[in-house]
């Protein structure tokens, strides 16, 4: 699994001569950064073992125990969990304010959030600094997929740490060609690369 997401584990119940009836289940073992949880929990036939690490959480495999317990009987199992490097650069957004209707050359102010979901702290100042293009575009589909027919950069108010987020209050201006466009966000580390993700909304200009 990757840094900063979940997995889950199916954990079966199998009664014995000595342990039977409900067991209530607990893991060790995680990594710093992880946790467990278990549904059901007590369990009598299988429960669902759900691990979620951080954007912290150190790569690598580990051995979990999962150990269950009825009064004062106990059986455990072990299980491999193995944790890789969150992808470096990655960028959530949320953009559900956007207009959907402009006229040619009208601005309009509106809040977006971005969300660092990557492992690099982003920068707002100096070489390589991290902001927010914003675009409209023809069709869409991130930098180089569309004609661009305005190009706004919109600057980062302080350095965004992994999996923080920023609401911005943007003005946007609108381009004086008119027809059914695509206002795109994306985010880009200057003078280096565009992020590969971005969000698309289809607008109105007229």
Do not use: C
């Amino acid at each position: 699994m990757v840094q900063g997401s979940s997995t889950s584990y199916t954990v079966t119940v199998a009664p014995s001569s000595t342990l039977n009836g409900a067991v209530q289940l607990t893991a060790s073992g995680l990594p710093t950064g992880a946790g467990a949880t278990f549904s059901p929990n007590p369990a009598t036939t299988t429960s669902t073992m759900t691990v979620t690490t951080s954007l912290t959480t150190p790569t690598g495999s580990v051995i979990i125990t999962v150990t269950g317990t009825n009064g004062i009987l106990s059986h455990s199992a072990t299980t491999n969990l193995v944790v890789s490097a969150a992808p470096q650069w990655v960028a959530t957004y949320s953009v559900a304010g956007t207009p959907t209707s402009w006229g040619t050359n009208q601005t309009q102010t509106y809040s977006v959030t971005v969300t660092n979901a990557g492992s690099q702290t982003w920068p707002h100042t100096g070489g390589g600094l991290v902001d927010l293009g914003v675009h409209f575009t023809s069709a869409g589909g991130g930098f180089g997929n569309s004609t661009y027919y305005s190009d706004q950069r919109i600057s980062l108010p302080a350095d965004l740490a992994p999996g923080a987020s920023v609401t911005l209050s943007i003005t946007v201006t609108a381009p004086p060609n008119s027809g059914n466009l695509v206002l795109e966000y994306q985010m880009a580390k200057e003078g280096q690369f565009w992020f590969a993700q971005f969000a698309d909304v289809n607008v109105t200009v007229s």
